[in-house]
């Protein structure tokens, strides 16, 4: 069984009207099944609505699911008593970096979490090395979070999470909010932790560049799963995923172009180098 | 319409430690029917820069011109400048507050002292403008989507009939379509109402699409203030200011070092395209 699973997962929001009248129902999501293995970087695509920061919400049992199971690293989220186990083992990014940062010096702020768990005072400190360092923030320790840039404070949130050492960081458009470089900056943060401290990556975007990396790749519609795959496999889809409200990285769709034009190309271009081995050979 | 920057200096926090220069001596101008980008990377100064074009904030030192005259001057009628010149703010959903859309919408116009017939003519006219349903005008604007309530914050602004429309990044934490259809219909409002828009945006892609003239902030200062193709010519130099070029320019820059005739100035895919099979010989 992977870090995290879903089995035909529900989840349904409650409007209340007037008092005593029965509330409407809308469902988020909906029959989701999902296995996801340790060590995975894994992608969630959809449009604005399409249930994916619902579904990230239940990751770490922020949301319980009206229907279906979730299990975070063989925890059932909807049982109680693990809930704090199940939120160390699955960290939360969200998008905007000025909301979940309170700490007024960046190594308190990333010292929060551990000292919340009970960690010893030494054992905070380690920590608060280590994950800064996996951040690339050891030189910001002692500024203040406010100074910092976009892509700097997402990387101290991202630290934070680091340092409570789950085994699996979920980022929900945690770039939508940043320049270019604050994108990169943030972008390869994750891939380094991922590579090399081998945490399970699960990265929510509206970046389709981003996404180019990732192992698997599932694209939400409806609340429902309706596409994954490789990479690879999503993109060579460029007219289903425009029907989608979604998009495809500019190569892709550039060689897409070129193709429907009669040029000789494969499906699935990810990457200038591709497009230039094709077209230069 | 003209809106001129005339060596403005703003510096937050004068005096102390603390001091900052966010812009420092910037001259900028902006006329009739313009359609003018704005990029820099977090802190270049860009926000605050926008924030200068209705009088938010003042000067440290330079002067503010609309249709030249001063309005920092004594007597200037600050008020009526915000109803030409609107501001939309980054997530400018957060601010919508009414019960139902149409009376958000309304509420730019009412405070212009319109009466309640002329303000919902304006929200009406506004809303069609940024391409909202009908049909949605008595929901509550919370209980839409993202890109509807970005149309709605977005329509909040444009009913005070303003003759430059400023947007600071409308379309973050919007899906491709999203953004795609908001930028599609500024460009459009910029074509049938003729006003002025200036575009703040982290998009390189989505700039180099749709303004004619692109101004890049760094450190405060205004470094370029050109087509956006000039611009993106100095893409080496843009990397050094924390930004980028299209993806379009450096696929092909590589396609012409691996020997490959194809226009290194082509920033969007349609140009890209028409550039390889050119060099292709179709």
């Not at chain 1, 030189?139 to 892509?151: D, E, Q, T, V």
């Not at chain 2, 510096?11 to 990029?39: C, K, W």
């Not at chain 2, 993202?146 to 329509?155: D, L, T």
Request: glycine share 8%; net charge negative; hydrophobic share 40%.
């Amino acid at each position: 069984m992977g870090i995290i699973k879903a089995s035909k997962l529900g989840f349904d929001y409650f409007k209340y009207n007037e008092e005593g009248e029965e509330p409407e129902s809308y469902r988020a999501i909906d029959d989701v099944t999902l296995d996801i293995q340790a060590g995975q970087f894994i992608a969630v695509l959809g449009h604005n609505g399409s249930g994916k920061s619902t579904l990230a919400k239940h990751l770490n049992g922020l949301l319980v699911p009206s229907e279906g199971t979730l299990w975070v690293d063989n925890m059932d989220t909807s049982d109680e008593e693990d809930i704090w186990k199940i939120r160390q083992r699955a960290g939360m990014v969200f998008q905007n970096p000025d909301n979940q940062i309170i700490g007024t010096v960046v190594e308190e702020d990333v010292g929060f979490g551990p000292e919340n768990m009970g960690v010893s005072t030494e054992d905070i400190w380690k920590r608060v090395d280590d994950s800064l360092e996996a951040v690339g923030m050891v030189a910001y320790r002692h500024h203040s979070p406010n100074k910092l840039s976009g892509g700097q404070k997402q990387r101290v949130a991202i630290a934070g999470v680091m340092a409570m050492h789950p085994k699996c960081i979920i980022l929900d458009e945690p770039t939508a909010m940043l320049d270019p470089n604050g994108r990169k900056e943030v972008l390869k943060a994750v891939r380094t932790l991922n590579e090399q401290e081998n945490v399970t990556v699960i990265l929510i975007t509206h970046y389709m560049e981003e996404v180019v990396l990732a192992d698997h790749v599932f694209v939400m519609d409806q609340g429902h799963v309706v596409m994954q795959g490789t990479p690879r496999e999503i993109f060579s889809q460029v007219e289903k995923l425009q029907s989608l409200r979604l998009d495809v990285p500019q190569v892709t769709l550039l060689a897409h172009e070129l193709k429907l034009a009669g040029v000789d190309i494969p499906e699935g271009i990810l990457t200038t180098e591709e497009l230039v081995n094709v077209l230069c050979q | 319409m003209s809106i001129k920057l005339e060596e403005v200096t703003y510096t937050y926090s004068p005096g102390t430690v603390y001091e900052i220069h966010a812009l420092d001596h910037v001259n900028l101008e902006i006329g009739q029917g313009d359609f003018v980008g704005v990029i820099g990377h977090t802190g270049s100064g860009k926000s605050t820069m926008i924030q200068h074009l209705n009088g938010l904030v003042k000067p440290t030192s330079g002067r503010v011109l609309y249709n030249d005259e001063d309005i920092w001057a004594d007597g200037y009628d600050l008020r009526s400048l915000r109803f030409h010149v609107g501001l939309v703010f980054q997530y400018p959903e957060h601010q919508l507050f009414e019960t139902d859309v149409l009376k958000d919408v309304c509420f730019g116009p009412k405070n212009e002292g319109l009466d309640a017939e002329a303000c919902k003519a304006r929200a009406i006219e506004a809303l069609e403008h940024v391409g909202f349903p009908k049909e949605l005008y008595d929901k509550s604007p919370f209980e839409l989507s993202g890109g509807q309530k970005r149309r709605v914050a977005i329509a909040g602004v444009l009913a005070m009939n303003p003759d430059v429309l400023v947007l600071d990044e409308p379309t973050a934490g919007l899906d491709p379509q999203g953004r795609d259809e908001i930028l599609d219909q500024i460009a459009y409002l910029h074509k049938t109402r003729g006003i002025s828009i200036v575009l703040v945006s982290h998009s390189m892609e989505d700039i180099a699409k749709y303004v004619d003239r692109l101004v890049v902030m760094n450190a405060g200062k205004k470094a370029y203030d050109a087509a956006p193709k000039e611009v993106f010519a100095h893409y080496k130099e843009l990397e050094t200011m924390g930004l980028a070029a299209p993806q379009m320019t450096y696929i092909m820059h590589t396609l012409k070092e691996h020997g490959m005739d194809v226009d290194v100035t082509a920033t969007t895919v349609e140009e890209a395209k028409a550039s390889i099979l050119q060099a292709l010989g179709r």
